[in-house]
């Protein structure tokens, strides 16, 4: 299956969250489920409409970020298969991948970004973003991430560069 890579655009984001939401779920993803945890689910488990819908809302606001560029993986000679639409973008290319790449920004900027759900724990959101960029410190030194281009380690979350 030959894949090109291409820049994304608006057009491609139900398609986007539907290659990350298959990626990163409860049933699969420890993170995803820290983050979304039975016990803040009105029903007791995540509806996969509002995680949608959530996750949709941070995908829009990364491809208008102006800190933020995202790139799609298409398959080129592969049609979707039959139930696969969600993957597909309106003019009929079929996602198989994408990345989030964040430019350089000065420290301590903020990078926009909707607010998480109610259903989501924001304390281990917070968690992980911390973890994240301690991480990126012992690689890369103080500011990391805020004078290279920086590559999301998940679809869903951005670098966030502190002094």
Known sequence: MPIHIRLADKSDAPAIVAVGAAA???????ITRAIFPPRLQPS?????????RWRMRRKVSQLEGE???VM???AADEPAAEGDAAATTPGGERIVGFSVWVAPHAPGEELKRPEPPDYADKE???????????????????????????????????????P
């Not at 990163?24 to 420890?30: H, K, V």
């Not at 007791?44 to 949608?52: I, Q, S, V």
């Open 24 to 30: 990163f779920t409860t049933a699969t993803d420890p």
């Open 44 to 52: 007791g488990r995540l509806d996969p409409n509002d995680y949608l």
């Open 67 to 69: 800190h933020t560029i």
């Open 72 to 74: 799609v993986a298409v």
């Open 124 to 162: 281990v959101l917070s968690q992980v973003t911390v973890k994240l960029n301690e991480g990126a410190v012992r690689l890369f030194g103080e500011g990391a991430g805020c004078d290279t281009w920086c590559k999301s380690p998940t679809p869903a979350m951005p670098w966030n560069c502190s």
